[in-house]
């Protein structure tokens, strides 16, 4: 059974009773859930993610002080903590995790200012560009088991996807880092007889594929340690991922580089295919480095068109 589900059942067999006894009138008020940082948020727990940070437990999310003040909130967390200690197994840990809590008693404006850097999901153009792709992802991932005023479900159904134009500007700042590297550094690198360089100029044409697809998909990409497991459920080029992997892990000895070239050279194309698909750019060639300032041509935004083409690069 995985995290959010084992959060689910806590959730409504200890945590919806304990509200509804004790905390009756502030029900309507609050939203109760499992989102954020940790693994099972994203549904990719395994026997290997349990070993820390990792309990029965969900997050009640509670409006500003003038709703619910601070006693209410108050008692509210010592109800919490009096759940039972165990649940399937699992016990709940006396100690918050590394990097703060992930459990309890919170207040939503605090959780979504620390993910993003705005209590009410209201994000500026500087914002967007700027507030890390794996914070937007931790703020939308996991579930809202339930949501009297329906706040929570709001602000993550404006943090969603990127606007447009930002997307767009994301896209051209990557498509042109990827043709940089895989396109003309990788066999430079080589030429050269800089093997290192070359598996260099390899993770950067990967680490930027890897942000075009997840893009290209409206999904944002989570903390690397999850790209790749993120990556294969993705509706489109979900394929991608295994090709960047072998990118990654072999050689640049000269027959393989050959191969390794030929390789960067079908993902650019696959990637072009997509661009083609979904009419984000004009472009009609084999050279992605043109394909990403038709992306940008594309920005309605005439500010953020004229940004520099990497201005999206977090």
Same mark, same amino acid.
């Given at each position: 059974?995985?995290?959010? !589900?084992?959060?689910?059942?806590?959730?409504?067999?200890?945590?919806?009773? $304990?509200?509804? !006894?004790?905390?009756?009138?502030?029900?309507?008020?609050?939203? =109760?859930?499992?989102?954020?940082?940790?693994?099972? %948020?994203?549904?990719?727990?395994? *026997?290997?993610?349990?070993?820390?940070?990792?309990?029965?437990?969900?997050?009640?999310?509670?409006?500003?002080?003038?709703?619910?003040?601070?006693?209410?909130?108050?008692?509210?967390?010592? *109800?919490?903590?009096?759940? +039972?200690?165990?649940?399937?197994?699992?016990?709940?840990?006396?100690?918050?995790? =590394?990097?703060?809590?992930?459990?309890?008693? $919170?207040?939503?404006?605090?959780?979504?200012?620390?993910?993003?850097?705005?209590?009410?999901?209201?994000?500026?153009?500087?914002?967007?560009?700027?507030?890390?792709?794996?914070?937007?992802?931790?703020?939308?991932?996991?579930?809202?088991?339930?949501?009297?005023?329906?706040?929570?479900?709001?602000?993550?159904? &404006?943090?969603?996807?990127? +606007?447009?134009?930002?997307?767009?500007?994301?896209?051209?700042?990557?498509?042109?880092?990827?043709?940089?590297?895989?396109?003309?550094?990788?066999?430079? &690198?080589?030429?050269?007889?800089?093997?290192?360089?070359?598996?260099?100029?390899?993770?950067?044409?990967?680490?930027?594929? $890897?942000?075009?697809?997840?893009?290209?998909?409206?999904?944002?990409?989570?903390?690397?340690?999850?790209?790749?497991?993120?990556?294969?459920?993705?509706?489109?080029?979900?394929?991608?991922?295994?090709?960047?992997?072998?990118?990654?892990?072999?050689?640049?000895?000269?027959?393989?580089?050959?191969?390794?070239?030929?390789?960067?050279?079908? #993902? %650019?194309?696959?990637? #072009?295919?997509?661009?083609?698909?979904?009419?984000?750019?004009?472009?009609? %060639?084999?050279?992605?480095?043109?394909?990403?300032?038709?992306?940008?041509?594309?920005?309605?935004?005439?500010?953020?068109?004229? $940004?520099? #083409?990497?201005?999206?690069?977090?």
């Amino acid at each position: 059974m995985q995290g959010l !589900e084992i959060a689910r059942a806590f959730f409504e067999q200890y945590g919806r009773p $304990m509200l509804e !006894e004790q905390f009756s009138p502030q029900l309507p008020q609050i939203a =109760v859930g499992l989102i954020g940082s940790g693994s099972e %948020c994203f549904g990719f727990d395994d *026997a290997v993610s349990r070993d820390h940070d990792f309990e029965p437990g969900f997050i009640i999310f509670l409006p500003d002080e003038e709703t619910i003040d601070r006693r209410t909130a108050f008692l509210m967390e010592r *109800a919490y903590t009096k759940l +039972p200690r165990e649940f399937m197994g699992l016990k709940r840990s006396l100690m918050a995790p =590394v990097g703060g809590p992930r459990h309890g008693v $919170m207040r939503a404006a605090e959780f979504f200012q620390d993910k993003v850097g705005s209590p009410d999901g209201t994000l500026s153009l500087y914002q967007w560009l700027t507030v890390p792709e794996a914070s937007l992802a931790e703020a939308v991932n996991g579930e809202i088991f339930y949501d009297g005023p329906g706040t929570v479900t709001r602000i993550r159904a &404006c943090l969603a996807t990127y +606007p447009a134009d930002i997307r767009r500007k994301k896209l051209a700042s990557s498509l042109l880092l990827m043709a940089q590297a895989g396109q003309y550094n990788y066999t430079r &690198c080589l030429a050269h007889g800089e093997k290192a360089a070359a598996q260099l100029a390899v993770h950067e044409f990967v680490q930027h594929t $890897m942000k075009v697809v997840f893009l290209l998909n409206q999904v944002y990409e989570p903390y690397y340690k999850w790209s790749f497991r993120a990556m294969r459920r993705l509706p489109k080029l979900d394929l991608t991922a295994e090709v960047l992997e072998y990118l990654l892990t072999t050689d640049n000895e000269p027959e393989m580089a050959e191969e390794k070239y030929d390789v960067i050279e079908g #993902i %650019c194309a696959d990637v #072009i295919d997509e661009l083609i698909d979904q009419g984000l750019t004009e472009a009609n %060639c084999g050279d992605l480095e043109k394909h990403a300032y038709s992306v940008n041509d594309g920005i309605l935004d005439a500010e953020l068109r004229n $940004m520099h #083409i990497l201005a999206a690069i977090d």
